[in-house]
Every structure is written in C-alpha cells, then in structure tokens.
Nanobody, 122 residues
C-alpha cells in the first residue's frame, strides 16, 4: 500500500504559477511511477504528467507541455508539479497517483491521494 497526500493548491491569476507537492509513504513508494491527474467540474479525469521511478523519463499531456514540469525527490518521498503560465482552463482538482509503470491513462494508476484544488482566475 502507498499513501499519498497532496498540497500546494490554491487560487492564482491567469499567467501565474503554483507548485504542487505529493508526499508519499508506504511500502517501496519510491519504486512507483508517479502521475498528476486532474478533474475539472463536470468533466472526466484527465492525465496531466507522469514520471518514472528514477526520474529518467517523463510524459506530459499536450495541453500542459512546456508549461508544467514534473519532478521527484526519492530521498524526500516527494513528487512535484511546477505549473507556470496557468490558464483558467487549468482549474481542477489535482490528484497525485502511483502506479507500477509509467503511463498516461488514469486507470493505469493504483493508488491515489485525496486531491488539492487549483483555481485560476481570468
């Protein structure tokens, strides 16, 4: 089992930045691929970014490529999502998730946090 806790969400103006954090704990949590997945009101969950266990590979959704950066520090059991040039359409609940393999489908991840809310005002 892996436990995940997100933090860092909030309200920001369009064009601004936020950094989300995901603290992981549990058995071999540093061995998992980690992802950020978001869900806007009334919409399905959407893949945002993912990173493999040793941070040698990453994936991004086209909608955030070049604006968001995912990283991890296994010594601190923490995954980050640096979000720059935020847009109103980035408004959503952001979830941290852990899975066995690096993937870009929400269903590929087995463990989920409770989410943190991000609101981008225009």
């Amino acid at each position: 089992q892996v436990q995940l806790v997100e933090s860092g969400g909030g309200l920001v103006q369009a064009g601004g930045s936020l950094r989300l954090l995901c603290s992981a704990s549990g058995h071999r949590s540093s061995n998992y691929a980690m992802a950020w997945i978001r869900q806007a009101p009334g919409k399905e969950r959407e893949f945002v970014a993912a990173i493999n266990w040793d941070a040698t590979r990453t994936r991004y959704a086209d909608s955030v490529q070049g604006r968001f950066t995912i990283s991890r520090d296994n010594a601190k059991n923490t995954v980050y999502l640096q979000m720059n040039f935020l847009k109103p359409e980035d408004t959503a609940d952001y979830y941290c998730a852990a899975g066995v393999l690096l993937a870009d489908g929400p269903r590929d991840y087995n463990f989920w946090g409770q989410g943190t809310q991000v609101t981008v005002s225009s």
